[in-house]
């Protein structure tokens, strides 16, 4: 049976999924919409090097931004990649920022129970160099799409939190309004231009503060819908038609207030999501040498070279899994 977070993922997939299939719609989802918006705007971040490569493949990129939420129903651990309950651990200073110290300190299966977003985003990083040394144009693209995938969940407060749905405090659904709800209406409105990729000097310590960063909101996304709550009462939620479904949602009156009240959260960490998946893609292509990705456009390499390549490349840095 599937825990509580693999529950609430589940619903999510499935609403999407019809939805999709009575309107024929491209419905926002922060685990669709914006995971597919952030993977094509990172594109844009990109230096000359590295966007034609990058734009020569946007759809490729933004279509499977989403493989990683499909995975969590087939690959056992999938779902603990996807989130870090920060307020478990009485005191974060001390939780190791690298994993080989972190299963020193703490079992790996106790880790997991209670997720390794922050780690694992450092995992999809190496890899992700490794993609770009041994030059696997398949391996850049399927591992870019997955590393944009993780960084956009890390900027989303509710996925840094036992709370995640607001099950502790008699929010349940939160977690959909929030991510979904309010992308689904307010997203046209957003900015998407966040300038250049940048450089990014320590990869793991950066995913490390992005999750401080987005727990840092917890407190206020919570706080400022359940004020709202006591006010709106059952007027906080309409019908809506979606092809010929009727379905329960959040008022547009309620969500258009409390994402006035929100302040430009959910478009700064969107925005903050496109900016940050850029730079990581940057910084590995940086750290693997810069390799030239023109010539990767109309090239597969063959198996053989792949192996050749991989080999030459665990001699010299050592093999990343």
């Given at each position: 049976m599937p825990d509580g977070r693999q529950f609430e993922a589940m619903k999510k997939t499935l609403l999407f999924v019809a939805i999709g299939l009575v309107s024929g719609a491209n419905t926002p989802f922060w685990g669709f919409y914006a995971h597919q918006k952030i993977n094509r705007m990172a594109v844009f971040t990109l230096p000359p090097a590295m966007i034609p490569f990058y734009k020569h493949h946007?759809?490729?990129?933004?279509?499977?931004?989403?493989n990683a939420d499909r995975r969590r129903y087939v690959v056992e651990k999938e779902a603990a990649r996807h989130?870090?309950?920060?307020?478990?651990?009485?005191?974060?200073?001390?939780?190791?920022?690298?994993?080989?110290?972190?299963?020193?300190?703490?079992?790996?299966?106790t880790l997991e129970a209670h997720g390794i977003l922050p780690w694992h985003i450092y995992t999809m990083y190496l890899r992700l160099r490794h993609a770009f040394m041994v030059r696997d144009p398949q391996s850049i693209l399927r591992v870019s799409a997955d590393l944009g995938h993780y960084i956009g969940d890390?900027?989303?407060?509710?996925?840094?939190?036992?709370?995640?749905?607001?099950?502790?405090?008699?929010?349940e659904g939160i977690h959909g309004f929030?991510?979904?709800?309010?992308?689904?209406?307010?997203?046209?409105?957003?900015?998407?231009?966040?300038?250049?990729?940048?450089?990014?000097e320590n990869p793991q310590e950066t995913a490390w503060q992005i999750i401080h960063d987005s727990h840092a909101h917890v407190g206020d996304v919570l706080r400022l819908e359940a004020e709202l709550a006591r006010r709106y009462g059952e007027r906080r939620f309409?019908?809506?038609?979606?092809?010929?479904?009727?379905?329960?949602?959040?008022?547009?009156?309620?969500?258009?207030?409390?994402?006035?009240?929100?302040?430009?959260?959910?478009?700064?960490?969107l925005r903050a999501s496109i900016i940050m998946t850029g730079s990581f893609w940057y910084t590995a292509?940086?750290?693997?040498?810069?390799?030239?990705?023109?010539?990767?456009l109309e090239y597969t390499p063959s198996e053989e070279e792949l192996e050749e390549r991989k080999a030459a490349v665990k001699a010299l840095r050592g093999h990343v899994e």
């Open positions: 946007i759809d490729f990129l933004s279509a499977t931004a989403v989130y870090l309950d920060l307020d478990h651990y009485a005191d974060t200073t001390e939780l190791p920022h690298y994993w080989a110290a972190a299963v020193e300190r703490l079992p790996a299966d890390a900027h989303v407060p509710l996925h840094t939190t036992r709370n995640y749905n607001g099950q502790l405090t008699g929010q929030w991510e979904s709800r309010l992308p689904e209406l307010f997203s046209e409105q957003y900015d998407y231009l966040v300038g250049p990729a940048l450089y990014i309409s019908f809506e038609t979606r092809g010929r479904a009727t379905v329960r949602v959040y008022a547009e009156e309620y969500s258009r207030v409390y994402h006035q009240r929100l302040a430009g959260m959910v478009e700064s960490r292509w940086v750290d693997a040498g810069q390799p030239d990705l023109g010539v990767l």
